[in-house]
């Protein structure tokens, strides 16, 4: 009984050991406050253990291995759905189909400039490529801050962290967020963005209003559009691709995303119980009907990047 004891205690008290120390690993991370950049910047070759997925996820089948490239998500030209009365009412089923069927779809022709688009891309890039003593003064975790950066939201609760910096900028709280809050090096593009992302959110959300029936301003009068959320998302590319990801596997807890993806692409969603690519498409938008806004018990799952093999930005908007 004796040596049983014994032996338990040990593996017990390796286990205590091994969360110890990688609780100490992941607090010398975070408090470089450089995040995954600094550590590109520091010239790793080998990826800390912090950011290596657990044994039983790196068994699984690589899902690029099984990826339906074939299949197109529904693209939705949104052209002239103001001014003609038949062009709306085929995009309101074209929508309302996509959603039901898919719960993504693009769009083109959204009233967001190309130029705009691309210019909030290089934003995102300059924000997080920019001199770490200056990209340091947003740093932190603190969920009340309107403009903040970090590394993994969930950096201390998952099972690995994830190969990303994200600059986060909240609107959910009305009257606390100012243009003055937002990085010099980004400010007036951001807001440009923002300004056209917010109408572009608002139309969807007519358009959605007048799919499920209703009238076309119930989901904005219901505050479905009142808190915003924009984030910039950075993968720098990954010495170790194969050990780690930029996300892993989830859900938006919105109502709506708006996403837009550089030139490299990277996401990916669950159609049919099998991992469908979204490449992208110049000029396009990508929507992905949050859970808020979709039935109890049926949700589409999605992740991007899978692997980070080369530098890629996105920026997202959530209602």
């Avoid at 062009?87 to 039901?100: F, P």
């Avoid at 939201?153 to 609107?171: C, G, V």
């Avoid at 010099?184 to 807001?191: A, H």
């Avoid at 993968?235 to 837009?260: M, R, V």
């Amino acid at each position: 009984m004796s040596i049983i004891d014994n032996t338990t205690k040990l593996q017990l008290q390796a286990e205590i050991d091994e969360c110890l120390d990688r609780l100490r690993e992941l607090e010398a991370f975070d408090n470089t406050k450089a995040g995954v950049k600094g550590l590109v910047d520091a010239g790793v070759i080998k990826i800390p253990k912090i950011f290596v997925r657990p044994l039983d996820e790196l068994s699984q089948k690589n899902p690029n291995s099984c990826l339906r490239r074939n299949v197109q998500v529904p693209v939705i030209d949104l052209g002239g759905i103001g001014s003609c009365v038949k062009k709306r009412k085929e995009v309101v089923d074209e929508i309302k189909l996509a959603s039901m069927t898919w719960g993504f779809f693009q769009v083109v022709n959204h009233g967001i400039p190309v130029q705009l688009m691309d210019q909030m891309i290089d934003g995102v890039r300059k924000f997080h490529e920019q001199d770490l003593e200056l990209k340091k003064e947003y740093y932190s975790h603190d969920h009340m801050k309107t403009v903040r950066y970090d590394s993994s939201i969930d950096l201390y609760r998952s099972r690995f962290a994830k190969w990303r910096d994200t600059l986060n900028i909240s609107l959910l709280v009305p009257g606390k967020f100012h243009p003055d809050h937002l990085p010099p090096i980004c400010r007036d593009i951001t807001m440009n963005y923002m300004n056209e992302a917010t109408k572009l959110g608002d139309s969807l959300f007519d358009l959605l209003s007048e799919a499920l029936g209703l009238q076309i301003d119930q989901l904005r009068s219901m505050e479905c559009a009142s808190g915003r959320k924009f984030v910039g998302h950075y993968y720098p590319a990954c010495p170790e691709p194969e050990l780690t990801l930029g996300a892993n596997k989830h859900t938006d807890p919105s109502f709506l995303t708006i996403l837009l993806q550089d030139s490299i692409g990277g996401l990916q969603f669950l159609h049919d119980n099998q991992w469908t690519d979204i490449p992208p498409l110049a000029g396009s938008l990508v929507v992905n009907i949050g859970d808020l806004l979709q039935d109890q018990g049926y949700q589409w799952r999605h992740f991007s990047p899978v692997w980070l093999n080369q530098t890629k930005y996105t920026v997202q908007s959530k209602s």
